[in-house]
Nanobody, 121 residues
Framework: VQLQASGGGLVQAGGSLRLSCAAS????????MAWSRQGPGQQRELVAW???????FYADSVKGRLTISRDNAAMTVDLRMNNLKPEDTAVYYC????????????????WGQGTQVTVSS
């Protein structure tokens, strides 16, 4: 297993959760790490992205509420989620190997198993 995610759950609107992802195997600290999500009946979308140097990207829908961080020595990446909304309900996926080109940010080809986040109204 290269990416192991944890921390999902059920929370009320306005609440907070923290997702964590541990990387292993061929994934190194040079890899871009990211979180994507897929809500019911929706396509998977990139929500947060961070490179080795700490440059970050957030989808407009989560700016100011979600914070991605990484520990290059421990090979972990966290997603802190505050002021959660029912529309944040989704399966969240940890991702590695993303990139940036032409001012756009992309998820990479390595995916972990999803972790369910459910926000009740």
């Amino acid at each position: 297993v290269q990416l192991q995610a944890s921390g999902g759950g059920l929370v009320q609107a306005g609440g907070s959760l923290r997702l964590s992802c541990a990387a292993s195997g061929s994934i190194t600290s040079a890899y871009v790490m990211a979180w994507s999500r897929q809500g019911p009946g929706q396509q998977r979308e990139l929500v947060a992205w961070i490179n080795k140097g700490g440059e970050t990207f957030y989808a407009d829908s989560v700016k100011g509420r979600l914070t991605i961080s990484r520990d290059n020595a421990a090979m972990t990446v966290d997603l802190r989620m505050n002021n959660l909304k029912p529309e944040d309900t989704a399966v969240y996926y940890c991702n590695a190997g993303g990139y940036k080109t032409g001012g756009h940010y992309y998820a990479g080809p390595i995916w972990g198993q999803g972790t369910q986040v459910t926000v009740s109204s």
